[in-house]
């Protein structure tokens, strides 16, 4: 069994003493960056190995990040090894406020400034391999209109991968419904469960593909975190146990029409 979890023999090696990573400029605290292999670094790390595998199949890649933050995404792919290459041809970022100037820098091509909640929001006819919704989603109050947004924006056969914060199906309306008067601007207003990514991907005619939990248990700065086995033990309960309290990474794909 445990040879069909393919994430268990991704490459996690370079996360050790890599100094781009362990540096301010990834934006990352100072007792994640003094551990060897941070889960925190999990939401990347995922995202890499998933388009590292669209890129060996297709060659180049167009991609269309939303909600590119501070580019953590791309400055994880510029630190990763030279085995993890991932092939690009553009890489376009999409997000509410844009630093143009740091993200250009650092590889990304196209900006495009807009709130992603806003009805005039739209990829126009631009299509793409990969689109990637990390960490952004749970921040919108209607997640499920992007989705149905930016799939019409994929290239025959191209994918959207994500991830965020997971719950038990049983518990998310509940803790919605919690979160959602409190919350501040740009805060956490929605939540996930397997059962409401395999609806959105049903929804938008899309085929989950690849759907995984990330970790037992993660602490920042946590001594286990120090250990290659305790990262690779975490990554195998995700997949054994994707409905566990945490987080959950994902890869959708487009159907044959």
């Known amino acids: 069994m445990l040879h069909k979890i393919q994430q ?44 590292k595998k669209e890129s060996q199949s297709l060659g180049p890649i167009d991609v269309c990040e939303i909600g590119v933050d501070y580019g953590q995404m791309k400055l994880f792919l510029n630190a990763a090894s030279s085995k993890n290459k991932v092939l690009i041809n553009k890489w376009d970022a999409v997000d509410v406020k844009i630093q143009k100037k740091h993200l250009f ?6 900006f495009y400034e807009i709130d992603l909640e806003n009805d005039k929001f739209s990829l126009s006819t631009k299509k793409y391999d990969v689109i990637i919704v990390l960490h952004l989603l749970e921040h919108l109050f209607d997640p499920e209109k992007l989705m149905k947004k930016i799939s019409k924006n994929l290239k025959f056969n191209g994918v959207i991968i994500g991830g965020f914060p997971c719950l038990p199906d049983f518990l998310r309306q509940s803790r919605e419904n919690k979160i959602r008067p409190i919350a501040k ?17 049903l929804k938008n005619n899309l085929t989950l593909e690849f ?36 987080e959950s990474y994902w890869l959708m794909r487009k159907r044959i029409p």
């Not at 820098?105 to 196209?110: A, E, F, L, S």
């Not at 956490?188 to 609806?199: E, G, M, N």
């Open 211 to 246: 759907y995984s939990g990330a970790y037992f248990m993660r602490k920042k700065g946590f001594f286990l975190e120090n250990f290659k086995w305790w990262f690779k033990f975490n990554i195998l309960f995700g997949a054994l146990f994707p409905s566990w309290i945490g």
């Open 105 to 110: 820098k650092i590889g990304y091509d196209n």
């Open 8 to 51: 268990f023999y991704w490459d996690i090696d370079f996360l050790k003493n890599n100094s781009l990573i362990k540096s301010n400029d990834f934006g990352i605290p100072q007792k994640v960056r003094e551990i060897n292999y941070p889960l925190r670094l999990a939401r990347y790390w995922f995202m890499l190995h998933l388009l």
């Open 185 to 201: 601007k740009y805060g956490h207003v929605s939540v996930f469960s397997k059962k409401r990514v395999i609806d959105m991907a």
